[in-house]
Nanobody, 122 residues
């Protein structure tokens, strides 16, 4: 059973930085593609970024490209989402998920974490 766990969310001022992490059991990162999604109140869940298990290739949503960086530490079975130049519109619950497919569609992600709140506000 794959059960990702997110942590590291919190409150940050506009323009600030924050790192959220996704941890899972051993073998997780060498088996599944890992994606991050976010959901703001009253909005649908949206794709943020994803990373492959093979060559660490990444893909980002247009809204975060250049500001967010996704990386993984296979030794610690953790994926990191580094967020910089944060904006109020980045406020959302951020979810980590695992998929057997290289995809941006949340419908193709089989395993989900419980989410972590990120709030960007002054």
């Amino acid at each position: 059973q794959v059960q990702p766990v997110e942590f590291g969310g919190g409150l940050v001022q506009p323009g600030g930085s924050l790192r959220v992490s996704c941890a899972a059991s051993e073998g997780f990162l060498s088996t599944y593609y890992v994606g991050w999604f976010r959901q703001a109140p009253g909005s649908e869940r949206r794709f943020v970024a994803a990373i492959t298990w093979g060559d660490d290739s990444t893909v980002y949503a247009d809204s975060v490209r250049g500001r967010f960086t996704l990386s993984r530490d296979i030794t610690k079975t953790t994926v990191y989402l580094e967020m910089r130049s944060l904006k109020p519109e980045d406020t959302a619950v951020y979810y980590c998920a695992a998929s057997e497919m290289w995809t941006r569609s949340d419908k193709d992600y089989k395993y989900w974490g419980q989410g972590t709140q990120v709030t960007v506000s002054s």
